[in-house]
């Protein structure tokens, strides 16, 4: 299945609240979603996901894409399959993972905000078979998991496990040895763990800010 997002469109979609499946947006197939409009997505149900296969792949190369759901931003369940994410704006809230694959994970491009319950037990990203970001921007925000990009990235990533939890509307910023920013963002959800991947990671030693305050917390570029 393929959805196509029109260039200047907006399209929601959102369950009722109750369904046989499991997500808003579920396919029995491989499922490629492209184009440069805008696709808002709301898992409503118990247990719902925001984007779902069941052992199929799911391939991203473009659009707007918002989520917010109660289980799984976006999860290609069952046995397993490929999510690969080439480009587009990605933002996703969940209250199970942000991403999930029982397969693994294939970052190309774009740029990707996502967050795990900050209740416990979920990520920002959790694969059965690993993940590799060779492009593109991701913030992963997660409660007590922290599933590290696999050596083979051809783009570098900070990874921090936090002895307590940073506030939601908390302002974080990553600076490099030379007291250069990185990359500021707001924290949409309480959390304490942290994924960052920028093509402007470089090896080194970065530091984490909180509301401009230097941290405790450092880590090096892998």
Do not use: H
């Not at 918002?66 to 931003?73: A, S």
């Amino acid at each position: 299945m393929t959805i196509k997002l029109k260039e200047n469109s907006t399209n929601t979609l959102s369950d009722g609240g109750s369904s046989e499946y499991d997500a808003c947006i579920y396919s029995n197939g491989a499922l490629i979603i492209e184009g440069s409009g805008t696709l808002n997505v709301y898992g409503n149900q118990e247990e719902g996901e925001g984007i779902a296969t069941e052992t199929n792949d799911i391939t991203i190369n473009g659009g707007i894409i918002n989520i917010e759901c109660q289980d799984d931003g976006i999860n290609a369940g069952g046995d397993g399959g490929v999510i690969t994410i080439n480009d587009g704006e990605i933002y996703i809230k969940a209250n199970g993972d942000g991403i999930d694959s029982n397969k693994n994970l294939i970052i190309n491009g774009g740029n990707i905000y996502t967050m795990g319950s900050s209740v416990g037990g979920d990520a920002g990203i959790d694969t059965d078979e690993g993940f590799v970001i060779n492009g593109g921007e991701l913030i992963a925000l997660g409660s007590d998991m922290l599933e590290k990009p696999e050596k083979d990235s051809t783009q570098k990533s900070v990874c921090f496990e936090l002895s307590t939890r940073i506030s939601e509307g908390t302002k974080i910023t990553l600076k490099n040895e030379n007291n250069e920013e990185i990359i500021t963002f707001e924290a949409k959800e309480d959390f304490r763990t942290l994924i960052i991947c920028t093509p402007k990671l470089t090896n080194g030693t970065y530091y984490l800010y909180q509301n401009e305050e230097k941290t405790n917390y450092t880590a090096q570029a892998e």
